[in-house]
């Protein structure tokens, strides 16, 4: 629960109050991780662009953390607000990237079925004759 309000309240922050030029690619924040003890928010963000302007987002971001963090103590009613840490999230583009050979695969895959019966096609014709 505070882990999707603290996500909620930071794409907020990121949208309407951020102005740094780093922050090309519209950051996209998948998922909050807040520790046990309420300490540290580990902010998993997924960026369009190329990986170098990935990179200056992220920085943008990591940059920003001792603002946002600020905002975020004057909106939320919570005694502390936990540390922010930024991360490019790897999982994501591992589920991407699994999709991608699965759609490889199924396309693979009717092509060989598709070159089998064409195959089986000319074999039949030529039994006939």
């Known amino acids: ?17 951020l102005n740094d030029p780093r922050l090309t690619g519209m950051p996209s924040i998948t998922r909050v991780k807040v520790s046990a003890d309420l300490s540290i928010a580990d902010i998993f963000v997924t960026i369009m662009g190329s990986e170098g ?3 200056a987002a992220l920085n943008a971001l990591k940059h920003s953390a001792g603002m946002m963090r600020q905002k975020l103590q004057k909106t939320l009613p919570m005694r502390t607000i936990p540390y922010l840490k930024f991360h490019i999230d790897e999982d994501l583009k591992k589920e991407l990237n699994v999709l991608e050979l699965i759609d490889k695969a199924v396309r693979e895959e009717d092509e060989l079925k598709a070159s089998r019966s064409g195959q089986n096609e000319i074999r039949e014709s030529g039994k006939t004759e």
């Not at 629960?1 to 109050?17: F, K, Y």
Request: aromatic share 0%; glycine share 4%; net charge neutral.
């Open 1 to 17: 629960m505070i882990g999707s309000t603290l996500q909620q309240e930071l794409m907020s922050i990121i949208m309407r109050e």
């Open 53 to 55: 302007k990935q990179t």
